[in-house]
């Protein structure tokens, strides 16, 4: 056990919005040497972890690295309801398999962060292994311990009322579904983002009630956009882990200037008094674009390693600031042979059939409001016919500024 007190402030502190009952009571009790058990849940409603989860992963990592006994929660079963936290309408529901599909690269592309095996291993837990056993009167009895107000105090809840929207029975369950979770488990502490804390609270709550047993929440900061949104699929800014790196790059390129900085704090590991500077700088005149590129190189690091983040700035910078066509780009046969599973229909192949097929686009109508858009170029020659006969074409199809296919 790792007790040193410097230690423990910056794993407090870096990225921290907030602990409860109290900071100074979670510090000392880590600097007693007791071994504490923590987690934090991720529900899977994508296929992809994004670069948002990432605070949240290294946090429980520090915890990890002092010695602390540490769960990756999978919301196996919670993933089913839908988080209502900061939602306009209720989400749409995922069946099982559904969850379980989109759960299944999670814990590798966690590993970047946590250590799944040696000594002190963290450990992956489903929730739908207990929550899916719970019946009727079990519900009744862990919703005995809340009130109706307490769940529409929620600001989202109040504002859809407003609006005339509704607000479904099965979002108040929500919350205490999460709570049970910190029962089951017997956590001491339970580390999510800040925009978790009311559903973080309903786990203290069920803990004291059921267990008489205090338990710590630390909620961390946010990445959010100039409009205060935070940065996800639904809201966009949407980033995964596995995202490759040149597109990695890109989108961190793409970004708002006002998200170097959080970025810098929240994502990466660089020490907080270099943040300190390159905070000085952009606010001295120094070109983001300089700052945001050495942001770029040290998150795609982060994820595929140093050579792979030479490499996404080299493509950046001769693709998107050069306009030059990478050296290295997917092929797609647009050559008419018998049996050739790309011809479609009648020998037909449109320039909506190859988007799709060279997967450019991910369906038929997206792949026409690309070239609506006028998104899409042949040798950097805008096309807006999506029924051109693409049959023996040869050249390189570009869609946007990133995505690439040559045609032979």
């Known amino acids: 056990m790792i007790t040193d007190k410097q230690h423990i402030d910056h794993v407090l502190s870096r990225g921290v919005e907030a602990v409860l009952p109290t900071r100074d009571a979670l510090a000392e009790m880590l600097a007693s040497g007791k071994r504490i058990r923590l987690y934090c849940g991720f529900d899977p409603t994508a296929p992809s972890l994004h670069i948002g989860h990432a605070l949240q992963l290294r946090k429980l990592r520090e915890f990890q690295d002092l010695g602390h006994e540490v769960i990756m929660l999978v919301g196996s079963f919670t993933a089913m309801i839908g988080d209502p936290t900061d939602k306009g309408a209720a989400r749409t529901p995922l069946s099982a398999e559904q969850v379980m599909e989109n759960a299944k690269t999670w814990k ?47 600001d989202m809840f109040q504002k859809r009322q407003k609006e005339g929207k509704p607000i479904y029975l099965h979002e108040f369950i929500y919350p205490l579904m999460q709570g049970y979770d910190s029962v089951v488990m017997d956590v001491d502490l339970e580390i999510g983002g800040n925009d978790q804390l ?4 309903a786990g203290r709550t069920l803990m004291k009630a059921m267990k008489q047993k205090e338990k710590f929440v630390l909620a ?12 996800s699929k639904t809201e966009g800014g949407f980033i995964a882990i596995d995202d490759v790196p040149e ?32 905070r000085e700088e952009l606010s001295g005149g120094k070109n983001p674009r300089d700052v945001k590129m050495a942001l770029a190189k040290t998150v795609v690091a982060m994820f595929h390693g140093p050579r792979a983040a030479s490499k996404a700035e080299k493509h950046f910078v001769g693709v998107i600031q050069n306009k030059e066509a990478p050296d290295e780009m997917p092929i797609f046969n647009t050559a008419l042979q018998q049996g050739n599973a790309l011809v ?6 449109t320039l909506v059939d190859v988007l799709v097929k060279a997967k450019l686009a991910v369906s038929n109508g997206e792949a ?28 390189v199809l ?11």
């Open 344 to 349: 479609l229909g009648e020998g037909a192949m």
């Open 398 to 408: 570009r869609r946007g500024k990133r995505q690439f296919v040559r045609l032979v």
């Open 198 to 201: 009311f559903n973080m609270l």
């Open 368 to 395: 026409r409001r690309l070239i609506e858009q006028g998104g899409v170029t042949l040798d950097d020659v805008k096309i807006d016919d999506a029924f051109r006969d693409m049959r023996n074409v040869k050249g």
């Open 108 to 154: 590798k592309m966690a590993s970047k962060f946590l250590r799944f095996h040696g000594e002190n291993k963290a450990v992956v837990m489903h929730n739908h292994r207990w929550l899916g056993k719970l019946n009727l009167g079990d519900v009744v009895n862990l919703a005995s311990n809340f009130t109706v107000q307490q769940m529409m105090e929620r």
């Open 220 to 231: 961390l900061k946010l990445l959010t956009n100039d409009e205060g949104k935070k940065m």
């Open 247 to 278: 597109d990695m790059y890109g989108k961190i390129m793409a970004m708002n200037d006002g998200m170097i900085v959080p970025y810098f704090e929240i994502v990466t590991d660089v020490p907080a008094e270099e943040i300190t500077k390159i």
